[in-house]
């Protein structure tokens, strides 16, 4: 399944890049992107398990960047 979510408050490319390289070693993540321009996060995942990798991922994604909110 693959979905986009928009972005708040992502401060720069940097936290971006570390964002994506954390989320794609969650298990059933099967491609991830972060667009620091346009503030955008597309995962695809595991359609069975999504809504538990979705809380993984605002998990991981607040420990990289604490600030900044996936809006889901």
């Not at 954390?22 to 597309?42: N, P, W």
């Amino acid at each position: 399944m693959k979905k986009v979510y928009r972005l708040e408050d992502l401060d720069c490319a940097n936290c971006a890049a570390k964002m994506e390289r954390a989320v794609a070693k969650i298990d059933g993540v099967d491609s991830v992107a972060i667009s620091f321009m346009g503030q955008r996060l597309s995962i695809d995942a595991d359609e069975a398990r999504f809504d538990d990798i979705i809380k993984e991922v605002v998990k991981v994604c607040r420990k990289v960047e604490p600030d900044c909110k996936i809006i889901l």
